[in-house]
């Protein structure tokens, strides 16, 4: 007779089939859950309507980004419902195509901006924004703005709006622009570990915090100029969509006291003194003001009206590609990393593979590369430009378009094409090179850890735990040094200047793109819209259709994403919120993220840190 099991062994069994059992009740919940909601939206009559007279409601909650970041195809899904609490990204050109649909469409009467969810967005893309909003009101179509409060980022958009309406308990926030970092020099030193710093240009400022506790002085006359150029942008743009001066935007602190004194200690009423706001209304005072607008909506509740998301579902167009004439845009955003990245990232193997593929296109007469990115690895940057270059070769025009930065590495990836164009608050520049070794030889010693052995040669014996010698250091240096002859050997060359012109304005320095264009770095100030029309010219075509390479999705993760995205919507909102848990550990992703990228395979980077914060 077998003996029983043991009563520990019992104990375990049970845990396990009660964890096991509840595993698979759950998922069979879920799985059933979203079954059901997929039948219920496909068989549902439902259909988006625009009603005649209706507002268009940009609520843009999120990121504004040239290229969305991928993600794993059942979290799109679910963040595609009805949430939208402002941790997504939306693309650019969703937002200036749906802002110029609603401009020619009649259904539309006018455009309401609710901006309390739109998160931090570069200079260069609200601009955009704002210039299509421009177009919008040249129809005779009004623009309301209305908010609880108003950002920096928001009330630039907001500012385009011909009234802009808050909420009596609000307020308008525009704190001016700031660069400050923490430094761990000190920090270093008590745990002794030594920071290896080797770097070639005076402003390269990315490893000062490894080697001092403070801001240098040719760091703080850099970051000061190029914060006061792009402050100037937007307190002239600003003042001139309100009729103010820019000094009414940017007060000091006793001159904000004392605005704040004339209006009895209330916020809201110091913007409207100011002529910051037009009007203080409640949010149901709104309500109705846009009721009498533009009417009351079907159910009744409020008034005509239909938000950004559901228009863009509605108005998105898939045009028929000209076979045989057609410009391809490539997006190249975000850090530049060695081997293949997913979209969001711009690795050396993957986009060059993008490039490829355009080159190979018979049907692609001329290429736009979308450049949004503070660079990373010299290896892979050069990866990418040799690629622009063969796409030369091969006879068909390149054009770059700079987003919000194109610094450092992304200017190396730009400085080969045909024509460069900028926005005038991209950040761009930063032509320098460093690299840099932690070593923990002192840190290991004093508890105890020490390393020996032998090697025949100084790069077998070298190691984080043992140190980093002289010489070894030396060759180092040296490389760095060579690293930055090329990096102004290749803009000289390719820009028409001398190395001394070049030396002169690089040395790791960042430029608005105004600047840039003054300096020679860059050929015009314009949009993406402008480098495509200038691709087409390039390539001697008048009629033509414009295809974005990109990565695709696998056909499994194309099904996955459109079957649970139409459901969606009924999923509880509260699983599709983010939690303060996942945002805390978002930033220790993030951080974890940036020690990642740096993984040059010589240890050397074109990086830009002044344009990713």
């Not at 704002?130 to 609880?148: Q, R, S, Y």
């Not at 194109?406 to 900028?422: F, L, M, N, V």
Request: glycine fraction near 8%.
């Amino acid at each position: 007779m077998p003996a029983k099991p043991s009563v520990f062994k019992r104990i375990f069994l049970l845990c396990w089939n009660i964890i096991n059992g509840t595993r698979k009740l759950f998922l069979n919940l879920v799985f059933f859950g979203l079954i059901i909601a997929l039948i219920v939206t496909l068989s549902s009559e439902e259909t988006l309507k625009v009603e005649d007279g209706s507002a268009l409601v940009l609520n843009l909650s999120g990121t504004i980004v040239d290229q969305k970041r991928r993600v794993d195809p059942l979290e799109a899904a679910m963040k595609s419902g009805s949430a939208k609490d402002g941790s997504g990204e939306i693309l650019l050109s969703d937002v200036i195509d749906v802002v110029n649909n609603a401009a020619s469409d009649a259904r539309i009467s006018q455009l309401v901006l609710d901006l309390g969810h739109l998160r931090g967005t570069g200079m260069s893309k609200l601009q955009s924004i704002g210039d299509a909003l421009n177009n919008f009101k040249e129809t005779g179509k009004p623009i309301v703005a209305h908010a609880n409060w108003f950002g920096q980022n928001q009330y630039f958009l907001a500012s385009y709006a011909d009234s802009i309406y808050l909420n009596p308990q609000g307020s308008v926030e525009i704190e001016g622009l700031g660069r400050y970092r923490q430094y761990f020099k000190s920090a270093l030193d008590k745990l002794k570990i030594k920071a290896h710093v080797f770097r070639v240009g005076t402003f390269k400022s990315a490893v000062e915090p490894f080697i001092r506790d403070d801001m240098s002085d040719a760091a703080k006359e850099a970051n000061m100029a190029l914060l006061n150029d792009l402050w100037g942008s937007y307190s002239t743009i600003v003042g001139q969509n309100r009729d103010i001066t820019s000094s009414q935007l940017s007060l000091s602190a006793k001159e904000y006291l004392a605005e704040l004194d004339k209006a009895d200690g209330q916020s809201s009423q110091m913007a409207l003194n100011l002529n910051w706001v037009d009007e203080l209304k409640t949010a149901e005072e709104f309500r109705l003001s846009m009721v009498d607008a533009v009417g009351k909506s079907a159910d009744g509740e409020s008034f005509k009206q239909i938000d950004f998301y559901d228009y863009l579902s509605i108005t998105a167009s898939h045009p028929l590609l000209l076979a045989d004439n057609k410009v391809g845009i490539i997006v190249a955003k975000g850090q530049i990393l060695n081997g293949s990245q997913p979209a969001g990232q711009i690795g050396g193997e993957s986009t060059s593979e993008l490039l490829r593929k355009a080159r190979f296109d018979d049907s692609i007469k001329a290429v736009v590369l979308r450049v949004d990115s503070p660079g990373g690895s010299a290896f892979a940057s050069e990866q990418i430009r040799q690629e622009v270059l063969a796409l030369k070769a091969a006879n068909k025009p390149i054009v770059v378009s700079m987003g919000s930065y194109a610094a450092s590495g992304g200017y190396w990836i730009s400085a080969s094409a045909d024509y460069i164009y900028a926005t005038p608050t991209t950040l761009t520049g930063s032509i320098g090179i460093f690299g840099m070794v932690t070593t923990f030889e002192e840190s290991l010693a004093s508890i105890g850890v020490h390393t020996d052995g032998v090697a025949t040669s100084d790069w077998a014996g070298f190691s984080v735990t043992k140190g980093m010698s002289p010489e070894i250091g030396a060759v180092i240096q040296r490389h760095i040094e060579r690293g930055y002859k090329d990096f102004i050997s290749l803009v000289a060359t390719e820009r028409d200047m001398t190395l001394e012109q070049v030396d002169n304005i690089a040395q790791g320095r960042v430029w608005t793109g105004r600047k840039a264009l003054e300096l020679g770095l860059v050929d015009g100030i314009g949009d993406l819209q402008n480098a495509v029309t200038h691709a087409a010219e390039l390539a001697k075509i008048n009629h033509f259709d414009t295809e974005v390479i990109q990565q695709e999705l696998s056909p499994q993760d194309q099904f996955i994403q459109e079957m649970f995205a139409s459901a969606a919507v009924y999923i509880p909102e509260s699983l599709t919120q983010t939690t303060l848990v996942d945002k805390l550990l978002g930033e220790f992703s993030t951080l974890t993220d940036t020690l990642h990228s740096f993984d040059d395979p010589n240890g050397v980077y074109l990086y830009c840190d002044t344009c990713n914060d």
